[in-house]
């Protein structure tokens, strides 16, 4: 009797026991899939924003070239085609074009012009605001740009702050972007045929 009664309480603990174990192993297979898809959707919103480069070190390759190449306040302009443009820089700063791959520029632009001109855009709007930002998870995107005169800016924190630059909202950005158009024909700006058909046509692209 007492053999039979030890027998069942070690069955029932055992049963008790791969109950437990069960359940355990649920909760964790589910907590593991959790933090998968936490990790996943972290790396989707890594990779969809843009890269950035270190807008004062951008500014650094521009003042070398002006320097070095023309001596003028004027930025790089090769047929108003802004990657050829951009290519220039290698000369100052190797590898800068690749640092630049999801970036737009607008050539026709000098420092000295309105800063409310955009010389410089991300192709797409960011929840980040510069390289330094590690906020992958704001649900607001903003199109970060650079004007003209960008070394000139305040670092006044607000809520628009880029480093050197700012951070618009996609009807600001249309704004500005179609004023900077604008003034380059409006003041006979060397190529700008070109670079207004080149910008005008993805501005047509952008919703609101």
């Known amino acids: 009797m007492y053999n039979t009664s030890q027998r069942l309480i070690r069955v029932v603990r055992q049963q008790e026991m791969r109950r437990q174990l069960k359940a355990l192993a649920k909760k964790t297979g589910i907590g593991c ?19 950035f480069i270190c807008h004062r070190e951008l500014f650094g390759a521009f003042a070398v070239w002006q320097t070095e190449a023309t001596n ?4 790089p302009n090769i047929d108003g085609d802004q990657s ?8 100052s700063e190797s590898g800068i074009c690749q640092k630049l791959s999801d970036y737009r520029y607008v050539p026709g632009l000098r420092n000295g012009d309105p800063d409310d001109l ?12 510069w390289h330094g930002d590690g906020h992958f998870l704001r ?3 903003r199109w ?10 305040g670092a006044s924190f607000t809520a628009e702050w880029s480093e050197c630059g700012e951070a618009l909202s996609t009807t600001d950005f249309k704004r500005r972007l179609s004023h900077t158009l604008d003034y380059l024909r409006e003041n006979n700006r060397t190529n700008r045929a070109c670079v207004i058909q080149d910008h005008g046509a993805f501005l047509r692209t952008v919703q609101d």
């Open 139 to 141: 649900l607001r995107k």
């Open 33 to 51: 899939l959790l933090l998968l898809a936490a990790i996943a959707g972290w790396l989707t919103l890594r990779t969809h924003d843009p890269h």
């Open 144 to 153: 970060v740009v650079l004007g003209p005169s960008m070394m000139s800016r």
């Open 118 to 129: 955009i010389m410089l855009y991300v192709n797409r709007p960011s929840r980040r605001t």
């Open 84 to 91: 050829r443009s951009l290519a220039v820089l290698e000369s």
């Open 72 to 75: 003028t306040q004027w930025y």
